[in-house]
C-alpha cells in the first residue's frame, strides 16, 4: 500500500509562490501518472495538473503559465510550483498517483492566498 503525504501548504499573500510537494512511501515510478487537485468547501474536487510517467505534463485553464508540475523518482516525490498566486487558488491540495486499478489519494494540504 503506498501513501502520499502533501507539504509545502501555508498563507501567502496574493502574487507570492508555493512550493507543494508529494511524497511517496513507494516507486513513484509505478503510478502510470501523477495529479495535484484542489478542492474548497462545498465545491467539486477540482484537477489542476498532470504529470504522466513519461514526464508529460497538463495542466487546467486557470493555472496554465503560473503553475508547474514536476517529478523526482530518485526522491519519489511529485511537486507543484505555484507563482502568481490569486485569493482563487485557495483550496486544499491533494496529490493522486494513478495505477490501472485504483488510484491513490493524499491527505491534503491548505493553501490560503490573501487579497
Known amino acids: 500500500q503506498v501513501q502520499l503525504v502533501e507539504s509545502g501548504g501555508g498563507l501567502v499573500q496574493a502574487g507570492g509562490s508555493l512550493r507543494l510537494s508529494c511524497a511517496a512511501s513507494?516507486?513513484?515510478?509505478?503510478?502510470?501518472?501523477m495529479d495535484w487537485y484542489r478542492q474548497t468547501p462545498g465545491k467539486q474536487r477540482e484537477w489542476v495538473a498532470t504529470i504522466t510517467s513519461g514526464g508529460t505534463t497538463n495542466y487546467a485553464d486557470s493555472v496554465k503559465g503560473r503553475f508547474t508540475i514536476s517529478r523526482d523518482n530518485a526522491k519519489n516525490t511529485v511537486f507543484l510550483q505555484m507563482n502568481s498566486l490569486k485569493p482563487e487558488d485557495t483550496a486544499t491540495y491533494y496529490c493522486?498517483?494513478?495505477?490501472?486499478?485504483?488510484?491513490?489519494w493524499g491527505q491534503g494540504t491548505q493553501v490560503t492566498v490573501s487579497s
Open positions: 493522486s498517483g494513478r495505477t490501472l486499478g485504483y488510484t491513490y
Open positions: 513507494g516507486s513513484i515510478g509505478s503510478f502510470n501518472s
